[in-house]
């Protein structure tokens, strides 16, 4: 069948309900819908992709047509793409607790309202609520026969507040993401805390940039994994050459009791039941007991690279997989909050995450915090703002020296490659030796 | 007018939505586009797009109501959809959508001679891939697009606009040692686009820079490339000139009119018919028609950015900068081309710290300015040319005073994304060394 060697197709249809609420206003609320499906075909050759909005799922003359034009694609590539095989498994989708899809509008309106109103305190002058709730069917088949359908639904909320004083403006902001269900009931206390938090940064100092003892707090130590380590376990740039990481497996990266896991089978913000090549979806253990032990694979990646594990191939709707994280933390150690605090002694400890990026090739990597405090013989001190760190991935874990007993896992988003996925990063808190720290304050 | 007759679902659906609401508004885009991505110097992967977006805005008694949906035979349910959201949408001053002025429909950014079609993408792979062939550098990953996009924006004031768009971009990213170049370049025109100098460029930063080295905490004076200084105006400077972020007080620009805002020498436009320019275009995404916006003149601020919606909450006037991010939700208010500019001069002949990108811009602080980033590719430059590159450094300090410590625009220009601007020296900045 004109040459073709494999195909896949996979289609998601869906719904997007948001409701965007700003100083009391409901600025915007609706629902929009969407069908996108994408075919990727091999000849032999590299993939010939087509991406088709507004998909009929069709068969016989209808779909050989959409399958030879890939191929003419497909034909134009100069690499001869190996697909590695994977075991084949879709998991059952976790229950949630209440269905979105069961709450009308209206009410999800005046429960983000609340929300939007808790944040109203003396000092702040903006704020603003929005919620967002993704319906999706994703259909998967492929030319072996595969085939699965499941329905995912995700929904959550983000809350900001803005706090202003003599031209000083700060904010604080708080984010609420599941797949478990619809969660806009009793939250107020996340419009309060982004109060809290934008008004307390109102009296915060920016700290004096340099080395010095890091404490993060496992949503920022969940951001310092994955962009850290878990971008350059990729299977994809360490195939084109693009990560530090590449030929470094049985290496030691750090101390024996650190362990950085990705795992998309986890009841977490970016669970997948199945990958986007309808692979068995696993924990994968990018750094065991310090070594690193294995990447993130698609199918192509795991041919080509090896050592690791598939599964891990997702895309937006419509979009080709890309090789992605989904869950990613760093494991549990012994340390109590208490003995963190007390072995950093002095430093800093930073709380929350802006994002961060990385450069997986040159190993470099930068993350920001939200807030934080000064560390002064073991107690949390004066409360600063706009820290970022940058490291070395080769060097950086080595610098951990304690782990905390308890692990966090937080919702966020990822992007590569045009495409943003869902996902959540976690770890419990840590402790950084002689970490770089950016920030613009002077003695 | 043939192809009008092509979208008459378009007029129907207008009538229909006449029988509910006040107005209706409706944005449909069309295209097609391709790309071929490398993997390594080997093209890996070619792909073709073809979307379609129906976007439909109703406004009933100052309550607006949205939808959108890529399947436009269903626009029925969008239209439910847009009517039912206007619905619970707090009302609001509303002076009604535009009519139809006497605008030319020739497009401002479209190419002909642009054909969309796969080996075209491949030929200017293999372009830029003669531009790195010269450095001691491995490609690691590249990509090369076209695309041709037809939009529509109709209304019940009896507006019928279309405009075309064709696009081109190319990138490469190549790796020497643990050192990596990166570069980029996108236009309307295929003959505005230098694929080899793209190929170029990625070869040199990965190769030179793999000589770098650290260097001492410090205050340097620096220069930063068009792509580094965009990332901290994008994220930081231009959001603050928003006129919703402004009178919602999430602007550091709020109640600063007629202040000074950046250093005398510094002037920011939006210049929608820009020739040569890819966001030009003679009407907005409401359909206002377009025109030159002065910002910043001399450092001083004199304009913010206004769509319909926030201009008639507040008493304002549209300054046609309603932008849409694609067919989905409402318009927002974004900008066409703009244009940072002064009185250009040598730069780079005094010993500075030239920084070509930063990794994290995105994490900047957007309503105080501060941010903390990694820096890419830096080099020092004196005498117009490169000296010893830096390893490894993070820059600190706050986006609103850096504009203050411009000490001269360089006579280079680029266009990264919608902005449009050359190097900048900036003063006595804090860098931490490792």
Redesign the interface.
Known sequence: MHGITYYDLRQVTGS?T??DI???????????????AVLRVLVNS?????????YTPSRGEKFEELLR?AAR??R????E?RLGDAPRQILPIPPQKEDPRDVD??EK?RLLGEIEAAVVREGI??R?ANYIEKDELVRFSDSSGTEYEYRMGRSGFNVLA?A?RN?????GYEREHSIHGFNLRHQQDCGRKAAETAVSLLDAI?PK??KMQVVLDPELAGVFAHEAVGHASEG??I????S?LKGRIGERIGSDTLTIVDDPSLHEFGFDPVDAEGIAVQRTEIVKNGVINAFLHSRETLASVGNGCAGHARGMAGE?PLVRMSNTFIEAGDATKAEIFIECKNGIYLVGS??????P????????AEYGYLVENGECTTMV????L?G?ILSTLHQISLCGNERKMSPGYCGKGGQSVPVSDGAPFILLNDA?????G?D | MRWWVAVAWIEELIREAERSVDEVEVFYVEGESVA?EL??K????????????LGIRTIHEGR?????????A?WQ??LK??I???R???P?EWGGLPGPADLPMTPLAWDPNIVVE??TA?GLLATMLEGVAAYDA?V??GSAGLSATRITLANSHGMRYTDRHTGVSVSL?A?HG???GYEFDSSWALDRIDPAHVGDRAGFFASESAKGTDIP?GAYDLLLSPLAWAELLGNVFVPALNGRSVH?????FAGMLNQSVACEGLSLYDDPHRPGASGSTRWDAEGVPTRRIDYIRNGVLEAFAYDLKTAYRYGKESTANAARGGY???PGIGHHNLVADGKRSTVDDERVLFIHNL??A????P??G?????L?NAFFMEGGEFQEPVR?A?????VFDLHFAIAGLGKDTRTVGSLILPSVKIKSQ?I?G?
């Open positions: 997007v948001h409701i700003d100083n009391g206003r409901v600025e915007s609320c609706g629902t929009a819908f969407f069908n996108k590299g993939w010939g992709v087509l991406q088709i909005d507004n034009q694609l497909a134009i590539t100069d690499e793409v509008i209206e309106s002058v903006n603003r803005v202003s031209g000083n403006v700060q904010m920016i940039g340099g994809d740039l195939q084109e050459g693009n530090v080709p802006r994002g961060g990026q990385v450069d090739g040159r190993g470099v990597f930068q993350f920001n703002r706009d820290v970022s940058s070395d770089v720290v950016g920030g613009s002077v | 071929a993997k390594q080997k093209v890996s992967l070619a792909t073709t797009t073809r979307d379609c977006g607006i109501g949205s939808s959108s949906t890529n399947d436009p269903g349910d969008c959809a847009a039912a959201s206007g619970l949408a707090t609001q796969p080996e491949r491995e690691t990953a990213e790796i643990l050192s990596t905490t919602a007080g999430r602007s550091k989905g939700g409402l990794i994290g995105h994490t900047a602080n309503l105080s501060e941010f903390s980033v990694e890419s490894s993070m820059l600190s300090g706050n804090r931490i490792k």
